[in-house]
């Protein structure tokens, strides 16, 4: 079954690969066509300034092929991308980037990007700016709307996807109305935090829940299913050496924008973090879970049942900007909230199977088959090719 699929993200060289799987993930290579489908685009200041992560992600569509004629078993349809500008800052912190991992504008080192002023990354922009007068406001009555006009017509909950800061994500679940989130939302997968390990960007905080821990606190207390890939995950999706010359070994320009990305990805990383086998590709696993949750399985809770997803936790974001662990995602590992509160025992029994605040509220994903995880980035990588190659064929037709 396809799953349609909204995406925002602060792009970003792991957005990058995030982007890809969006586009043409599939679970098996087997497949002849994507097992997702991506109805649009939100981007968020976070690894770059909101203009700069806006215009990587027209070019990184165009680079994609997101804006031509899609060609799968005979049939042809246009891409219907939508691409919104969102938040350009917080709710409540100062703006912050990390231009010492992504360059300053997002993409440092990035080849085989088009340039800025190339017809078709204008027509995405444009397009997105004509509807841009409050970036926010935008997003919102887009996403709104879609909802609406699925359950009408008695379609699929999408899967919303967020690689970034969550602030787009938080002003929606604020202002949508909940009967509307609840019916046309099937799940939140994000990036974001640090399961029982130490952050990137503080002593527990990982960058994109720092960059707005209130957003964060917001999405993790709503009462839909909330899935969080964290550094203790994400950390072991190293693109090595190995899987490097793997990318290189072929000719192409999907696999020359990736490799020259992975290569700055993998020198800011040493430098900043003295990662020596490569860098974690962190966003891709979001969209590796959508496509592919039987990659991550792993230990249960007590609240988990035998249907091997990965377990649910009460999770708590450390909102106090004066302790030592601020923006940390604090995950009650072994149910310590509830024996702390044992008048509340009775109460708490009906919160445990649900989802939002005092609830086990975030499935967290521990474990990753690391094997299966390259596979499926390497299958995308190929049909991104064939799609490619297909577009050049049906231009030289053309001409």
Request: charge should be negative; charged fraction near 20%.
């Amino acid at each position: 079954m396809v799953k349609s699929i909204w995406l925002d993200a602060d792009p970003g060289h792991d957005d990058a690969v995030a982007l890809l799987l969006a586009l043409f993930g599939r679970s098996s290579s087997t497949h002849t066509s994507p097992d997702v489908h991506l109805l649009g685009l939100s981007t968020v200041a976070g690894n770059a300034c909101g203009l700069a992560t806006w215009q990587n992600a027209a070019k990184l569509l165009v680079a994609y092929g997101a804006d031509d004629v899609e060609r799968r078993g005979g049939r042809e349809r246009e891409r219907d991308i939508a691409l919104i500008r969102g938040a350009d800052e917080p709710l409540v912190q100062s703006v912050r980037a990390d231009a010492a991992i992504h360059g300053e504008d997002g993409l440092g080192g990035v080849m085989g990007l088009p340039a800025l002023s190339d017809p078709r990354v204008q027509q995405y922009l444009q397009h997105s700016h004509s509807r841009n007068a409050n970036g926010l406001h935008t997003f919102i009555s887009h996403l709104i709307a879609l909802l609406q006009e699925r359950t009408s017509k008695g379609l699929a909950p999408i899967t919303i996807a967020a690689t970034g800061p969550l602030t787009n994500i938080a002003m929606l679940l604020k202002c949508a109305p909940k009967h509307l989130i609840r019916a046309g939302v099937q799940e939140i997968v994000l990036m974001g935090g640090a399961a029982g390990c130490p952050g990137n960007r503080g002593p527990l905080a990982e960058f994109n829940i720092l960059v707005d821990p209130e957003a964060a606190s917001i999405v993790f207390d709503y009462d839909i299913p909330v899935t969080m890939a964290g550094l203790n995950v994400t950390h072991q999706a190293i693109f090595t050496p190995e899987l490097q010359a793997t990318l290189t070994a072929k000719k192409s320009p999907i696999r020359t924008l990736l490799s020259s990305a992975m290569t700055f990805f993998a020198q800011t990383y040493e430098t900043e973090f003295d990662f020596k086998c490569g860098p974690p590709v962190h966003d891709f696993l979001v969209l590796a879970y959508i496509i592919s949750p039987h990659l991550f399985s792993g230990p249960k809770s007590s609240s988990s049942d035998d249907n091997g997803e990965p377990a649910r936790y009460r999770v708590d974001i450390e909102r106090n900007a004066h302790s030592p662990a601020f923006a940390a995602t604090v995950v009650d590992f072994h149910d310590q909230w509830r024996q702390q509160h044992q008048q509340q025992h009775q109460q708490q029994q009906q919160h445990d199977e649900t989802w939002g605040k005092g609830g086990r509220n975030v499935r967290v994903l521990q474990h990753v088959d690391v094997h299966g995880l390259w596979s499926l980035f390497f299958d995308a990588v190929e049909l991104a090719e064939q799609h490619q190659q297909h577009q050049q064929q049906h231009h030289s037709k053309q001409e």
